[in-house]
């Protein structure tokens, strides 16, 4: 039996169903849980919600006995020197896919150090399923198909005390300003308790619906890891659209780790063509486009970090498909604002928009008017963001160019039908 192991946390940041820590707890005397604040990566928007998640993470391994560790810099070279300091022989770590995780896991295995991946990030391994052909799905149906037909992985049990040998914890950071929603497993556990209680049940019918906001907005927790996607998908079972849901995001973490370059190639190379239009590309992200639909969606996330999913295919669409430009420009500047961000969800999910991605029908265009007469009949969603157009009656809202006068206060649009 190892006296020491580590356990190398990044986007797991939960105790509950954490395979690693489970089986490190097993196999060694002596535990270190440690995160390593990488000096690489820019945390944006994300910082004062991970900071958060650090603090809950922390409070959760005090109460077992131990303490996260945390060190600031290259990842690599501050756990080989906790290594160094404890006698760790091992570093237990959850598999990730970006072409940055697996950089990290190569430059850890030219170590003198074990190194064991543990599952725990995706429902299913993304290297679990293949199809008859090819390396990975490039369509997500039959994904799902195969998804669901195979058995997940148990639960992994929650440690009840940690043995810890002695190290300096070290500061988590404080934050230059609070997340728009409250980071950590504790408070994830309390919002998921809650929406699986109230609100499941009217997922299947409501979550395209833009000012009902029915959706779970849970993906912050599982882009930190607060909660695990696999216990997620087994309390939610009783929905199968929202476990769908779910598997979108195994099925991009699959395409993300074949494709390792996701965030700037086209997957689907040849559309190509952009338009250039600084000034187009500046309405869209400021939600300053004339366009309501697209305006509400954009200001969304200028004001809470988060957009609904049918806005975010909404404003998608509408860059790339009506004012053709780059999905690069778009994706970017989600990524610099979401709590949610990722490399598979983000950068898969705009490329699909794109018509660069895994659409099988990669031409259809998402009319912004049509689409918002169907998913914000009323306009509620428009009016909620967009406080020019509060008091504009529903029948000009959401084509303000076709009003008898112009609207006062509202820009005039890039764009119209
Ligand atoms: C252009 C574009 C960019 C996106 N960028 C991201 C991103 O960076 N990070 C991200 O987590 N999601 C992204 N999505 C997917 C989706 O919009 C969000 O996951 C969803 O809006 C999160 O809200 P929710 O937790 O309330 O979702 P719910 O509807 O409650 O769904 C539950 C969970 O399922 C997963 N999920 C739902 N839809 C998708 C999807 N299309 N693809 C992958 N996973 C999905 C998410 O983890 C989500 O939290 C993007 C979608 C588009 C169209």
Redesign the pocket.
């Known amino acids: 039996m190892p006296d020491t192991i580590i356990v190398l946390f990044n986007r797991d940041l939960r105790i509950t169903d954490h395979p690693a820590l489970h089986q490190a707890c097993q196999d060694a005397r002596q535990v270190v849980p440690l995160f390593v604040i990488d000096s690489v990566i820019r945390p944006r928007a994300r910082a004062g919600f991970l900071i958060e998640c650090l603090t809950d993470l922390r409070e959760s391994l005090r109460e077992r006995g131990a303490d996260l560790v945390v060190r600031r810099g290259d990842v690599v070279a501050e756990t080989m020197r906790i290594a160094a300091e404890t006698g760790a022989t091992a570093i237990y770590t959850s598999r990730d896919v970006s072409a940055f995780a697996r950089r990290r896991e190569e430059r850890f295995r030219r170590e003198r150090i074990e190194l064991r991946t543990f599952p725990g990030i995706t429902i299913v391994p993304p290297d679990q399923l293949k199809p008859a052909t090819g390396t990975h799905y490039k369509v997500f149906t039959p994904y799902f198909r195969a998804w669901s037909d195979i058995q997940w992985r148990p639960i992994a049990e929650t440690p009840a005390t940690i043995a810890m040998p002695e190290v300096k914890a070290g500061d988590i950071p404080t934050a230059r300003r609070r997340p728009h929603l409250p980071g950590g497993e504790r408070e994830v556990r309390r919002r998921l308790d809650l929406w699986l209680r109230h609100c499941l049940r009217d997922y299947a019918e409501g ?1 395209d619906d833009l000012a009902g906001d029915h ?5 912050p927790y ?2 930190f890891g607060c909660v695990s996607p696999l216990e997620l998908a087994v309390r939610a079972g009783a929905s199968e659209e ?1 476990v769908r ?2 598997c ?2 195994d099925f ?1 973490a699959q395409v993300a780790l074949a494709f390792p370059n996701l965030p700037r190639d086209d997957y689907r190379p040849g559309r190509g063509g952009w338009h250039q239009d600084k000034e187009a590309e500046d309405a869209w992200r400021e939600g300053m486009t004339g366009v309501p639909i697209v305006d509400a969606g954009m200001r969304q996330l200028l004001a809470e970090n988060w ?3 049918r806005a ?2 909404i404003v ?1 669409s509408f860059l790339t498909k009506t004012l053709r430009l780059d999905w690069r420009v ?1 994706a970017e500047h ?1 990524e610099e604002l ?1 709590l ?3 490399i598979p ?2 950068y ?3 490329q699909w ?1 794109a018509g660069t991605g895994n659409d099988t029908r990669p031409n259809r265009v998402l009319n912004p008017v049509r689409q918002a007469k169907r998913f914000d009949k009323d306009g509620e969603y428009i009016r909620r963001y967009v406080p020019e157009l509060e008091h504009v009656p529903t029948a000009t809202l959401h084509e303000p160019w076709r009003a008898p006068s112009p609207i006062l206060g509202y820009t005039s649009p890039i764009w119209r039908s």
């Open positions: 979550h959706t779970s907005r849970l993906s599982l882009r929202f849901q779910l979108w995001r991009y957009m609904h999913n975010r295919m998608a778009g989600f979401l949610d961000a990722d969800n983000n898969g999910n705009w928009v």
